[in-house]
């Protein structure tokens, strides 16, 4: 018993026992979702009288089977936790005021009514959260929306970005493909850049499971990591060389003739030019570039190509790079080779972060896209102008009415550009406003559930913290925001409630679709985010439009009601068959599903998957179960079979884009066939299919538009997928880099390898903002700068940490920030274990942490972890917290020694790569 926190420990009841005050009131039991990574683990809370009074984990749950990692155990004192905001506040000559939710929003709301008269709806950056639930998140997009800009942004931007662009570039959705369940059926898992053991604790048992019925494992990083420990095959790379290594298995399965070749010809176009591409990545390349012997690449080729089904399983790893969108593209191209596509056991399992920034990906808290991955064009803005219900001018009429010049030269208005992304808004405030493609810079920022110590380039974001005009954090925790500039006013923390005071829905790593039920009541002075998004709307004047078919009770937006609302219109990507009683029915017969399959076996959800996992097309009433394994053609849509996605046309330069010999169970169009309309239905006599009201709407309109469903309903009739059937791209054209091609980091050590695999040139993208490549990489920094830096999770934390960080149970375990450095380099630099050190990089940023030596780094390798705030290059900013609220522990934010650099079509971070130098302190 001493091993579990006191909310896992239950009341042990003698047969008769004295009654006392504290038992009266009946114990109710709810059920939630854990709120930090993106397994979605159960939780049941026992609350009594209104407050929670213990915890325990779902036994019943087809995710985490009755386990939780420390962080899910813990989760209780992330709501009654004693360091979290109480009440509103602002700082004023450099302390903490308390004030009232009306004075907050007055005066925040004046101030950004003002900065938009005289710069632009721009000036205002709409900084979104991974923490919010589906119906927040889609509300906080539609709010954004409403106040006129695309500078609305959340964590997976800095996380999976890459993923998403790379993924559904290749096959169409950029999201998780098969399941953690699913990994019980792989033969073969093959782990790269990722570290579920800490990232995803509770996913380890899934892991563990396909080991334990034959599958390998096989995990390459460049640290000996906690997976590590658990691979029949590890393998140490050099950091940023995974597209050579990918291109190295390959090649062995080229030269040994293991591709799938009924497979490539039937579901895949342009393998040739991968063919080319891979050709020149040699063995003695391969082991020259990544560090990795041929002997270790032939046998994790092999390995895959004999044990089939394999699936991959990747993470921040392979996403945080400059090359991101092309390494994830690579792993994609890995299982396009081996056919481990569309089965059971394959797939790439893609394991996203915080508990909902799948859903918040899908609702569009993006600077690039509407809900649903509509994009910004014209026709996504009147879809959706349809949905709401609002006229489409009078949303034209919110945004800046200038237009701007873009990449090709043609003026194009904000309204349909994509804003500035979370990694770069500190470009937003300190570039110069003439290199900038909106009307100003970036006056005010809202910080709401994000933490600023995950991102890079720490000396320069707190400049632009103390640069703007107004400054306002939304948060349980205040955050690291709250301490790490220098600001002695206009800096507003408003206390948002944690999930845990509020319900709704939110999307796990998987797809599924879970719902939460409300454990307490909001504690404090806090409000839901919803709560708050309403009162800033008021505020603003467009509270009517934002909910004009949403019921208002007492200033809380109807989560039901939202629900309802963003089913009638994300048609794309299937979420318009989860309904909330269709959720809350699966909340209530867990015990039904299927461990492995996650289908309901029986009982009220009888063939439905656990989540009902998007797709879920059609309507509610068309009941159908939600797809478990994307792209698996050997079942019917109607029961979750589905084909490549036509995304990218019927053809180019002459070549056929669909597929060739392969369609799903039961359709009636045995070959590959485009994306459906009123006119393709027309064509093949299915239109008097349609009711007359769904003729009425679907008239002149395609699967993604019409709002009856009835297009999609008469597709899947007749065994056809809605958005049609393609082949996998191998290449995307309209990518940089068309084909994966490697590049040396910006901060590299290997400046032999420079000339031959060189970055991009220095360029504008399409984020607003010129980006640096070539400037950087052409300066020599390893001789004062020799070690190579990467970073990654704990089990302990999550996050930027700070509420992991102000859980005492959790402090407790892991107490101190430090560095991993190789036995090595230690003795070389005259430093001892647990002693402390400075660890300084090329950019000007230095931390002071402990030093861990370890041979869990290879020599010229440090690695540090990226969940800890508090203190700032030396100095502990626990006085500059408001009174009771700083972090049980508190520690340097490896961040403020991370470096410039960007994906080149996400402008995602660079934080798995860079150089430092680490001395004694």
């Given amino acids: 018993m001493s091993l579990l926190p006191t909310a896992m420990i239950n009341k042990a009841d003698a047969a008769q026992r004295r009654q006392h005050s504290y038992d009266e009131g009946e114990i109710t039991k709810k059920r939630s979702v854990c709120t930090h990574c993106s397994v979605g683990c159960g939780v049941v809370a026992e609350v009594q009288n209104g407050v929670w009074i213990g915890q325990e984990p779902s036994f019943d749950h087809p995710f985490n089977l009755g386990s939780h990692c420390a962080k899910g155990a813990s989760v209780r004192e992330h709501g009654h936790g004693d360091k979290r905001l109480k009440y509103p506040m602002k700082k004023v000559a450099g302390e903490w005021q308390r004030i009232s939710w009306d004075q907050a929003i007055d005066e925040i709301g004046d101030q950004m009514l003002a900065i938009r008269e005289s710069a632009g709806p721009d000036s205002v950056y709409w900084l979104g959260s991974a923490k919010f639930n589906n119906e927040q998140a889609y509300l906080f997009r539609k709010f954004a929306a409403f106040w006129g800009s695309n500078n609305v942004d959340h964590q997976a931007r800095i996380c999976h970005s890459t993923t998403v662009a790379g993924v559904a570039n290749t096959w169409g959705f950029g999201a998780m493909t098969n399941s953690y369940n699913d990994i019980h059926n792989s033969k073969c898992i093959f782990i790269i850049g990722a570290n579920p053991a800490e990232a995803h604790p509770v996913s380890l048992q899934h892991i563990l499971r396909g080991k334990e019925r034959g599958g390998k494992v096989i995990v390459v990083d460049p640290r000996f990591s906690r997976t590590a420990a658990h691979a029949d095959h590890y393998i140490r790379i050099r950091p940023g060389a995974d597209i050579p290594f990918v291109w190295g298995m390959i090649w062995h399965m080229f ?17 040739d030019e991968i063919r080319a591409e891979v050709a020149k990545w040699t063995p003695d390349e391969v082991e020259r570039v990544t560090g990795v012997k041929e002997a270790d690449v032939f046998q994790a080729a092999k390995t895959m190509y004999e044990h089939k089904p394999g699936t991959v399983v990747w993470c921040m790893g392979i996403t945080q790079h400059t090359v991101g969108n092309s390494n994830t593209r690579a792993l994609c191209i890995l299982q396009l080779v081996l056919g481990n596509m569309g089965v059971s056991g394959g797939g790439t399992n893609i394991f996203r972060g915080h508990d909902n920034v799948q859903g918040a990906t899908d609702f569009g808290v993006t600077s690039n896209s509407l809900p649903g991955y509509y994009g910004l064009s014209q026709d996504a803005w009147e879809h959706w102008a349809r949905v709401w219900d609002v006229d489409y001018n009078w949303i034209a009429s919110q945004f800046d009415q200038a237009s701007y010049e873009e990449l090709n030269g043609s003026p194009v208005s904000p309204m349909f550009t994509n804003g500035i992304t979370v990694s770069r808004w500190i470009d937003g405030v300190l570039e110069d406003p003439e290199n900038i493609t909106q009307k100003d810079i970036l006056r005010a920022m809202v910080l709401w559930g994000h933490a600023p110590n995950s991102q890079t380039r720490g000396p320069e974001m707190k400049a632009a913290m103390e640069k703007l005009d107004l400054l306002v954090i939304v948060d349980p925790f205040p955050t690291v925001s709250a301490v790490m500039n220098d600001r002695q006013d206009n800096v507003y923390l408003l206390p948002a409630a944690t999930q845990f005071e509020t319900y709704g829905s939110l999307t796990s790593s998987n797809r599924s679709v879970q719902w939460r039920e409300q454990i307490m009541a909001p504690l404090f002075e806090s409000l839901p985010d919803h709560n708050i998004i309403y009162r800033f709307a008021e505020k603003f004047g467009f509270a009517d439009q934002l909910c004009k078919h949403i019921a208002v009770n007492d200033g809380e937006p109807l989560i039901e009601d939202i629900t309802r609302e963003y089913n009638r219109g994300m048609w794309a990507c299937g979420y318009t068959g989860q309904t909330p009683e269709r959720l809350k029915l699966q909340l209530a017969n867990l015990h039904t599903f299927n461990k492995t399959t996650l289908k309901a076996e029986g009982g009220p959800c009888d063939g439905e998957f656990y989540g009902l996992p998007w797709p879920c097309w059609g309507t509610a009433e068309m009941k159908h179960p939600g797809t478990h394994i994307l792209y698996d053609t050997s079942i019917p849509v109607a029961e979750g079979g589905s084909p490549f996605r036509a995304r990218f046309g019927v053809e180019r330069e002459g070549q056929n884009l669909l597929a060739e010999g392969s369609w799903t169970a039961g359709s009636e169009i045995e070959d590959g066939y485009p994306e459906f309309t009123s006119d393709m239905l027309k064509e093949l006599g299915w239109w008097n299919d349609l009711t007359a009201e769904e003729k009425a709407e679907a008239e002149g309109k395609n699967w993604k538009t019409d709002l009856s469903g009835g297009i999609q309903r008469v597709a899947i009739k007749h065994g056809c997928a809605p958005y049609g059937n393609a082949k996998a791209r191998a290449i995307v054209w309209q990518f940089p880099d068309p084909v994966p091609i490697h590049r040396e980091p910006l901060y590299t050590p290997r400046r032999d390898l420079v000339a031959e695999y060189p970055t991009y040139e220095d360029r504008r993208n399409f984020y607003r903002l010129p980006t640096r490549y070539g400037s950087i990489q052409a300066q020599d920094f390893s001789q004062e700068f020799p070690l190579i830096m990467t970073s990654g999770r ?44 400075w660890v300084e990089g090329p950019e000007g940023g230095a931390v002071k942490v402990m030093a861990m030596v370890t041979p869990r780094v290879e020599r010229g390798v440090v690695f540090m972890p990226f969940h800890f705030g508090g203190h700032y290059q030396g100095e502990d900013l626990k006085d500059k917290y408001p009174e009771g609220t700083a972090p049980y522990v508190r520690g340097e934010s490896c961040n403020v020694v991370f470096t410039y650099g960007y994906d080149s079509v996400t402008a995602m971070q660079e934080t798995k790569v860079s150089l430092c130098r680490v001395r004694p302190a």
């Fill in 255 to 271: 030269q040994n003739g293991w591709e799938d070749e009924q497979f490539i010809n039937q579901r895949v176009y342009g393998m």
């Fill in 794 to 837: 704990l089990v302990e934390y999550e996050g930027g940490g700070e509420e992991t960080r102000s859980n005492p149970w959790l402090a407790e375990l892991q107490q101190d920030m430090f560095i991993e450095i190789n036995p090595a380099d230690a003795n070389n630099a005259g430093i001892r274990d647990g002693r402390q050190v």
